[in-house]
């Protein structure tokens, strides 16, 4: 099923619909829905966990495009400007960088906070321009201090 504006949307729960939210915030166009996998956002490459309280920003200095983006807590790429070129996924020391649909069960929903974070952001045509935000959505903010030594 496709789901173009939120009103289409109307059978999917408060967090599936959420995610749909973000996702016509960006202006994506297409939003899958299945039962087994909720709603898939449109993006190529979806930073999870690893990266979380580490940011290692390896994947930064590869990306030919800067569309990765700083959070306070971990990165996003930014699913409008990604050109889907792969070269920040093995640069990863954490491997913490999956295709969206080689994403792990176990951090599907890395998929919508990376939507997430872009709500407000937009999209500025570059990080650098930006800088480091403090743009974490609430599933990333609220998480315990993890990956650190």
């Not at 729960?13 to 749909?20: D, I, M, T």
Request: contains cysteine; hydrophobic residues 35%.
């Amino acid at each position: 099923m496709f789901c173009d504006t939120l009103s289409d949307c109307d059978f999917m729960s408060p967090e599936y619909r959420q995610s749909v939210r973000s996702c016509l915030i960006l202006g994506m166009e297409l939003i899958w829905v299945t039962p087994e996998r909720g709603v898939s956002p449109a993006v190529p490459y979806v930073i999870a966990e690893p990266c979380v309280d580490v940011m290692d920003k390896s994947c930064i200095e590869e990306c030919p495009v800067d569309c990765i983006y700083e959070g306070s807590r971990m990165l996003y790429i930014h699913p409008d400007e990604c050109v889907d070129c792969g070269a920040c996924e093995p640069v990863c020391p954490v491997e913490a960088i999956f295709f969206d649909d080689d994403v792990p069960e176990e951090w599907s929903g890395y998929v919508a906070s990376n939507a997430d974070f872009f709500v407000d952001l937009g999209s500025p045509g570059g990080a650098a321009k930006v800088g480091r935000t403090e743009n974490d959505p609430p599933s990333i903010k609220n998480l315990t201090p993890m990956n650190q030594s």
